[in-house]
């Protein structure tokens, strides 16, 4: 499309910019609702590796409050989380990091993912090396005392960082909350690709994909849950790039359902499969989890541990055929 048709027709502007309550033939943004409280997702409970188990020690965590320090997204205040195993040694091999956007939700203890025991179980039983997780929720503005427009700026903030398609996501992970978690820690996480994964929900889960294309050589793994890769600020841009880029050295799992979300932005159970075709189509490795389920974490919970160990599990088969060939 040339430049200044696309201007002429808005598409250069977020609905987020221009009203976030429009209402455009009988429908808006608010319709959201239906998806996060779907029927379909009753089928689905936290994954086994959710429980504690007697023969696994739990881990131990990390707490940062109120975390400001970012040149990235400045004027913002943050919580995250690290969640270390019980056998992690600082002075051992480099561990693994998976990232969590909207830390909160997956670590919640009685969440539908409980990512932190299934960390904890992973490494105790499954994974040769250690992964450790990092927690990171949004950003928000520092309050202004009205709840209302503190909430819609928070809102705001989590859109501009997550869903917006350009690196300075990925700046903000690599630049500055590895170098915080490292220096919490004691000791450096690993500088492989494939050791570091990215994981998120909805708006979330662009954001993971997004920070792995723009940075391959320093996330390699993605789970997308509910990914918006639709319209609100060019995600739905995605699957064309996707089929007319180089194939890129990642590797994604892909999740959403028949009752996931269908509003103005999009609908993000077609953008899924507009996603899913592309990466097929581009030959990276991938897969798509397409269940019953709306808007909600509880079909990604019920698979997290299984797509965990997917994405290690290709790692060291492509390991395996390359030493091979």
């Excluded at 808006?28 to 996060?36: G, M, P, R, W």
């Excluded at 990914?227 to 590797?251: A, E, M, Q």
């Excluded at 019953?292 to 797509?307: I, K, N, T, Y």
Aim: glycine share 10%; net charge negative.
């Amino acid at each position: 499309m040339d430049i200044q048709d696309y201007l002429a027709h808005g598409l250069h502007r977020s609905l987020w910019e221009l009203d976030p309550g429009l209402v455009v033939n009988g429908h808006s943004n608010q319709e959201i609702s239906k998806a996060l409280q779907a029927p379909g997702d009753s089928r689905y409970l936290p994954c086994a590796e959710a429980h504690p188990r007697d023969d696994v020690l739990p881990g131990s965590q990390i707490e940062l409050k109120n975390w400001s320090v970012s040149d990235v997204y400045p004027d913002t205040v943050r919580d995250l989380w690290i969640h270390l195993p019980a056998a992690f040694d600082p002075g051992g091999p480099a561990p693994g990091v998976i990232v969590f956007q909207d830390g909160a939700a997956y670590l919640d203890p009685r969440g539908a993912v409980r990512a932190a025991t299934v960390l904890d179980n992973l490494n105790a039983h499954a994974f040769a090396l250690p992964l450790i997780g990092v927690f990171v929720n949004p950003g928000r503005p520092p309050h202004t005392g009205d709840p209302q427009r503190d909430g819609l700026a928070a809102m705001r903030q989590r859109s501009v960082e997550y869903d917006t398609c350009n690196g300075h996501y990925e700046q903000f992970l690599t630049g500055e909350v590895l170098p915080v978690v490292e220096a919490r820690i004691g000791c450096g996480v690993t500088l492989d690709p494939d050791r570091r994964i990215l994981c998120g929900i909805s708006s979330g889960g662009i954001a993971a994909f997004n920070a792995a294309w723009h940075a391959p050589g320093h996330f390699a793994g993605v789970i997308s849950h509910c990914g918006s890769y639709t319209n609100i600020r060019g995600g739905h841009n995605y699957p064309y790039l996707v089929r007319t880029t180089p194939r890129k050295p990642i590797r994604v799992v892909l999740q959403s359902g028949v009752q996931d979300a269908d509003i103005l932005y999009g609908s993000w159970p077609l953008a899924n499969q507009a996603m899913a075709a592309a990466l097929a189509f581009a030959g990276y490795p991938h897969q798509f989890l397409f269940g019953e389920g709306g808007h909600s974490l509880r079909h990604g919970g019920a698979v997290f541990a299984d797509s965990l160990r997917w994405l290690i599990a290709s790692v060291q088969a492509d390991s395996r055929t390359s030493r091979q060939a």
